[in-house]
């Protein structure tokens, strides 16, 4: 479905600070595949989703969205296959709209006409998705979103962007920015909807017990290179310690990025 | 006492009445009325006189404020709405003035020169958000831009010359004056026929908020991800907003032109300040997050200010103040509306923290 081929990424091109972010990705994401992605800092997952969303074009390679070469498309344009959430909760919601407004303007991807959708049948819908959250929000719908907590809008975010039911969804460590009780909370959600809606979606974490517990498949970045790809019965099997040593054979280089072995509960 | 018509012709019906002139301010409420304050009062009589001359300046107040309003709105859509400080409105505002002056001059229809007003400032707002938006610079230069190279367009529109005369033509509010002779004062009637126009724009422009287009533009102004995650193409929903904000601009200098019967290049300076101190003074009034009464509190916010500019164009002569000096009025009321809300966020934050402590 998504189908990336020999993307390379250089920031800086020619000059002293050349870093090549992204080596030669090849990559093919299959309908319904939830797929962790783990790696220590630089690696280059960030890197890898600005440039399946369009922020910023890759240097070489080509991009497949159902068949279709999006490689050049503008980013707005994507986004009609895309949903993406953020670390930064506040990136996915407009704080001084209140949450039925913020409901409706995601609720229906592209360009936006003159008709007046929010009505008392639309709003009653936004009531019924929102006792999904299990928040209360269904009581607060005419409440600014800037009156929300940080777990409170990243769930919004997360139903907002179901409820827009993109192609694939780039989840970036959109739990990281959470306490533990809430970001447990968003990620059961996440799971949920994933699976409950068969969503297709890529997710990066910082925490390799997630990215085991979590999908069906997963990857493993370093030095802008996806070097482990795991799915199936391999995945369902692995164990922390497992994917260490899977690190250890592949690259014969001791996994000392700290945060990452520090991270796993 | 206020009388409106060219400066002789007052001179004439003032004489004929029999005031005796004791002082004329060409200058006043940017020269829209000359008013005329006499020596000889007969001392029985005073105090009515007063109370004329105070319901002309309540009436002008109103008046000004409702005609201002319609540019406060326009104002209030790039500042607030789309967090697009935009300075085309200083060039907006005169070139919706010249574009009916010079129309109505030509012998045109008066509702379809204020069409072609309306047209002229959505395409100045268009050509700001574009110099924006193509060659990536920032907001404010862009427009400032546009603003100066009006000035030419202006003067170019108006046959060369920086001021046209409206007086001896029929204009709207010439139109809608003679359909109600005789039922109601003209005065009246130009104060309700403006607070029509005024409602009708600020309803017309609280429905399109509710529309999902008026919805993306209010998230656009708050966040732009967000609205590029939704497939919309921001450029777009920039000109736009910022095209529609400089229409409203430009049907405002339209209608002031008509108001105070002449378009002038000049008219346009320091109405970004006008407005922004309005908006500002609107939003001491009340806060809400429903755009109805963000509109409402917009045009509230603009007779309010027009009604300190009045007030410190009559008292300012005690201390000294001359008209001149009504431009520093406006700038020391936007930093002291500032002020005021910073300190409004202080103390909200200090109660914020002793409630934690």
Not at chain 1, 136 to 144: D, F, K, P, T, V
Not at chain 1, 188 to 201: R, S
Not at chain 1, 207 to 235: F, T, V
Not at chain 2, 252 to 260: E, T
Request: one cysteine or more.
């Amino acid at each position: 479905m998504i189908r990336l081929e020999n993307i390379t990424k250089v920031f800086n091109q020619g000059t002293v600070n050349e870093n090549t972010a992204l080596r030669g990705i090849n990559l093919r994401v299959k309908e319904g595949d939830f797929i962790t992605i783990v790696g220590s800092n630089g690696a280059g997952k960030t890197t890898l989703f600005n440039t399946i969303s369009g922020s910023f074009q890759p240097t070489t390679g080509d991009i497949f969205f159902n068949d279709k070469n999006v490689t050049r498309m503008p980013e707005y344009k994507r986004a009609q296959y895309l949903g993406r959430i953020f670390q930064d909760p506040l990136l996915g919601t407009a704080s001084n709209m209140s949450l039925e407004d913020n409901m409706m303007i995601c609720y229906r991807k592209g360009f936006k006409g003159l008709k007046i959708s929010l009505n008392n049948k639309m709003r009653e819908r936004f009531r019924e998705e929102l006792k999904a959250l299990d928040m209360g929000l269904e009581s607060r719908m005419e409440y600014n979103v800037q009156l929300f907590s940080g777990g409170q809008r990243q769930a919004l975010t997360l139903l907002m962007t179901v409820l827009s039911h993109p192609d694939l969804i780039l989840l970036d460590e959109h739990t990281a920015a959470l306490d533990p009780k809430n970001a447990a909370l968003i990620l059961e959600l996440t799971d949920k909807f994933i699976i409950d809606k068969k969503l297709t979606a890529m997710m990066i974490t910082h925490n390799m017990s997630h990215a085991i517990k979590y999908g069906n498949r997963i990857l493993m970045m370093h030095k802008g290179e996806i070097i482990l790809d795991i799915s199936g019965e391999e995945k369902k099997n692995l164990t922390v310690e497992g994917l260490v040593k899977k690190f250890y054979n592949v690259k014969h280089e001791e996994l000392t990025n700290d945060e990452l072995l520090m991270s796993h509960e | 006492m206020k009388l409106s018509g060219n400066f002789f012709h007052l001179l004439r019906q003032a004489a004929s009445r029999n005031y005796s002139l004791f002082f004329i301010d060409m200058f006043l409420s940017e020269r829209t009325h000359v008013y005329i304050i006499y020596s000889k009062i007969p001392a029985d009589s005073s105090a009515c006189d007063k109370i004329i001359k105070d319901s002309a300046m309540i009436e002008g107040i109103f008046v000004e404020g409702l005609i201002y309003g319609i540019m406060v709105l326009g104002v209030f859509i790039t500042f607030r709405i789309l967090d697009f400080p935009d300075l085309t409105v200083d060039g907006s505002f005169p070139l919706g003035a010249a574009i009916m002056a010079s129309l109505i001059i030509s012998g045109y229809n008066v509702f379809f020169a204020l069409a072609a007003a309306f047209m002229g400032g959505v395409a100045a707002g268009v050509v700001t958000a574009v110099i924006h938006n193509r060659l990536k610079v920032p907001n404010l230069l862009a427009g400032i831009l546009t603003m100066t190279m009006l000035w030419s367009v202006n003067i170019r529109i108006m046959g060369n010359r920086a001021n046209l005369p409206l007086l001896k033509n029929e204009t709207i509010l010439t139109d809608i004056v003679s359909w109600t002779e005789g039922i109601i004062p003209s005065d009246y009637t130009i104060l309700v026929f403006f607070f029509l126009v005024a409602m009708a724009i600020k309803f017309s422009m609280d429905l399109f908020f509710r529309t999902d287009m008026g919805l993306t533009l209010g998230a656009l102004g708050n966040n732009e991800q967000m609205v590029i995650s939704q497939g919309v193409n921001i450029n777009l929903m920039k000109a736009i907003g910022v095209g529609l904000s400089n229409g409203l601009v430009a049907v405002s200098g339209a209608f002031a032109a008509q108001y105070q019967g002449f378009a002038d290049v000049g008219l346009g300076t320091g109405i970004v300040v006008t407005g922004l101190a309005s908006v500002m003074i609107g939003e001491f009034i009340f806060t809400s997050n429903k755009i109805v009464v963000l509109t409402f509190r917009v045009i509230i916010g603009s007779i309010i200010y027009k009604a300190i500019m009045y007030l410190g164009r009559y008292y300012g002569y005690h201390i000294g103040l001359t008209p001149n000096d009504l431009k520093l009025l406006a700038g020391l009321l936007i930093i002291a509306c500032l002020m005021i809300a910073q300190g409004k966020k202080r103390n909200y934050f200090r109660r914020w923290k002793n409630d934690q402590a």
